[in-house]
């Protein structure tokens, strides 16, 4: 079985490259914070000799139900501007839950960083979860036939917000700027706290991932007829 697994930067998974016994059944493709590289390797992927895709990062949640660290599984995700529910794979998600993440009915891919309360109380109306890459990912891959999931850990929350907005800090191809961010710290000193207690939280949210990515893969690896089951359907 070949999966195929995205994340938008390296260090939303670190140096995770899957369990030995299944090393060369993994593929890893980074895409980009908000899909800025060129995605021709993920659509060669898909439409390659790949029997899944998993959707994966971080994401922010939009509800105090799922706090920071928490690895969260979607049903479906939504978008900006789009009426359109691209539904995750039924079977992938039964096993993604029996393995221990948390299911959630809908991610929210944004367009951009939504950090402001007014932003996030929007959101918290239509989803549990914001991130920026899961609808294209998986309309990518159902253009392509591919069954896949979106699963992702919380790495901030309403009471955990961002430290600051990050906007600004996302170059041209998806990578963190980290001269921008280093000046926005030398600039406001008195956000490095919120900072540094952000960053333990990702690293945290990041073990608790590649964790379950381990247990999951390994699970999917050994039961694969057993979440062959058709993908739900979502009308809300």
């Not at 207690?197 to 949210?205: E, G, H, K, P």
Request: charged share 20%; net charge positive; proline share 5%.
């Amino acid at each position: 079985m070949k999966i195929l697994l995205t994340c938008a930067v390296q260090s939303e998974t670190g140096s995770w490259q899957g369990p030995s016994k299944f090393l060369d059944d993994i593929r890893i493709i980074r895409t980009g914070i908000g899909m800025r590289r060129p995605q021709a390797e993920l659509r060669q992927a898909l439409a390659g000799s790949v029997d899944l895709c998993i959707a994966s990062g971080l994401a922010g949640s939009l509800t105090d139900q799922y706090p920071v660290g928490t690895v969260v599984v979607a049903r479906g995700i939504k978008s900006e501007g789009s009426k359109t529910i691209v539904s995750c794979d039924g079977g992938l998600v039964d096993a993604a839950v029996r393995c221990g993440a948390q299911p959630v009915d809908f991610f929210y891919t944004s367009p951009g960083i939504a950090n402001s309360d007014a932003e996030r109380g929007r959101l918290a109306g239509i989803a549990d979860a914001v991130d920026m890459e899961s609808f294209h990912i998986l309309s990518e891959a159902q253009r392509a036939r591919v069954p896949a999931v979106a699963i992702r850990a919380i790495s901030d929350s309403p009471g955990k917000k961002l430290p600051f907005d990050f906007t600004r800090m996302v170059t041209s191809n998806g990578q963190v700027a980290w001269p921008q961010m280093i000046a926005e710290l030398v600039k406001h000193p008195g956000r490095i706290p919120a900072f540094v207690r952000f960053s333990i939280d990702s690293l945290a949210s990041i073990r608790n991932l590649t964790t379950f990515l381990d247990r999951y893969v390994s699970f999917l690896g050994t039961n694969e007829t057993s979440f062959r089951t058709p993908a739900e359907h979502i009308s809300r």
